[in-house]
C-alpha cells in the first residue's frame, strides 16, 4: 500500500511539473477580430496571420467575428469586439466622441475596381447611369466615389445614381442581371464579374492610395492589455510580409476567405495586390481617413463647415506601433505614385 502511494505521489508530481511547463503555451489570450461579410481584400494581411498561425505564435487565441461594417463598428464600440479593421466608421465615432485608438495598417493602397457592362468604355460613360457601391462611409463606397469625383468631376446623385448593396456578391448579380451598370469591387471579386462577362474599366488604386483596413481598439482595451496590442501588430505585419513574398502559401487564404474560385484566379489577385499591404501608417494617409470622414459628415450637416479637423494623431498608438515594428525589423514597403 506504501508503494502505491508513493507511485501515485510521483504521479502527481509530474503532472504537476507537465502542468507548469506546459502553462505558458496553453495560457493563450482570447481576442476577437472584426471580419467584413464575404471578406475584402483590404484584410488580407489578418487572414494571412490566422490561417497560417501568426496570431497563435503570439500566445493569441484568435477568431474572427464576421459581420457587415457598420456591424462591426457597433460591436467594437460596445466591446463585443476587441479589434475592428473598418477605418472610416471608426474615424466618425472617434469625431463624434468615441474614446478609440487605431494601432495597425493593413492596405496601404486602393484595392478597388469598377466593372461595368459591355459597351461602357470610358469613365464618362457613367454619367447618367446606375454603380452598385456598399453602404455610405465605407471603403466600398468612398473609393469609387473618391476617385470619379477627383479625377473625372463626377459627383454623385448629380452625375450618376448610386444603389447601396451590403456585399460585393449582391453588386455582381446586379450587374449581371442589369440592374446596375457599373458596380465598385474589391480586386478578389473581379474574377466574377470578369467570367460573367463584364470588364474591368479602372482600378482606383491608379489614382489613390489609402490606408484601407486600418486596425481600431476601444481606448480602454488598449490601456488595460498593451502587450496584446503589441502582439496582434507583431502578427499583422507578419502577415504583411509572408504575403508579399509567398505566393503558392497565400493562394489557399486567397480562395478560403474572399471566395476566389480556382488558384488561377488567385494568382492574378495575388500579382494585382502583393504590393499593396502595409502595417505602416504614413502620417497623410492616416489623416486622410479623418479628412475624408470629416467632408462626409459636413455633407450630412453632422460637422460644422468651418469646424477644422483635429489632430488624427491623438487617436493613434503611433509610438507603439513604430516600436513594435522596429523591434521585429518589419520591411516596409514600396509604393509606387499615384497617377494625377
Known amino acids: 500500500m506504501q508503494i502505491i502511494r508513493l507511485m501515485l505521489a510521483r504521479v502527481t508530481m509530474i503532472g504537476a511539473l507537465v502542468a507548469l511547463a506546459a502553462g505558458p503555451v496553453a495560457a493563450q489570450t482570447v481576442v476577437k ?47 463585443d469586439i476587441d479589434f475592428v479593421p473598418i477605418p472610416s466608421g471608426g474615424a466618425q465615432a472617434a469625431l463624434s466622441g468615441a474614446d478609440i485608438r487605431y494601432v495597425v495598417g493593413e492596405s496601404l493602397k486602393s484595392q478597388w475596381l469598377i ?23 465605407s471603403a466600398d463606397y468612398d473609393e469609387g466615389a473618391a476617385v470619379l469625383q477627383r479625377a473625372f468631376k463626377m459627383e454623385v446623385g448629380k452625375d450618376y445614381k448610386v444603389i447601396s448593396f451590403p456585399g460585393e456578391p449582391e453588386r455582381i448579380a446586379a ?15 473581379a474574377p466574377r464579374a470578369i467570367n460573367a462577362g463584364m ?17 481600431w481598439t476601444k481606448k480602454a ?4 492589455h498593451p502587450e496584446v496590442v503589441k502582439k496582434v501588430i507583431r502578427a499583422i505585419a507578419r502577415g504583411v510580409m509572408y504575403f508579399r513574398d509567398n505566393k503558392a502559401g497565400s493562394l489557399k487564404t486567397l480562395r478560403e476567405h474572399l471566395g476566389v474560385e480556382t488558384d488561377k484566379d488567385a494568382e492574378i489577385v495575388w500579382e494585382q495586390t502583393r504590393n499593396t499591404f502595409g502595417a505602416e501608417l504614413p502620417p497623410a494617409l492616416f489623416r486622410e481617413i479623418f479628412e475624408s470622414r470629416r467632408l462626409d459628415m459636413i455633407a450630412a450637416k453632422q460637422w460644422a463647415p468651418d469646424k477644422p479637423l483635429p489632430d488624427p494623431e491623438q487617436f493613434l498608438l503611433r509610438s507603439l506601433l513604430d516600436q513594435t515594428l522596429a523591434e521585429m525589423k ?8 499615384p497617377a494625377k
Open 175 to 189: 450587374l449581371a442581371n442589369g440592374d446596375i451598370q457599373a458596380a465598385l469591387l474589391s480586386v478578389p471579386h
Open 330 to 337: 518589419y520591411v516596409p514597403t514600396k509604393l509606387d505614385a
Open 199 to 215: 470588364k474591368v474599366l479602372l482600378r482606383t488604386g491608379d489614382y489613390i492610395q489609402r490606408a484601407g483596413g486600418t486596425i
Open 33 to 79: 477580430i472584426g471580419k467584413a461579410v464575404g471578406g475584402s481584400g483590404f484584410h488580407t494581411p489578418s487572414y494571412i496571420a490566422m490561417d497560417l498561425g501568426f496570431f497563435k505564435a503570439e500566445g493569441l487565441d484568435a477568431s474572427f467575428i464576421s459581420l457587415t461594417g457598420r456591424a462591426l463598428v457597433t460591436a467594437g464600440l460596445s466591446g
Open 115 to 137: 466593372a461595368v457592362r459591355p459597351g461602357i468604355n470610358r469613365p464618362e460613360d457613367l454619367r447618367g447611369k446606375i454603380i452598385g457601391y456598399g453602404r455610405i462611409g
Open 221 to 224: 482595451y488598449a490601456d488595460q
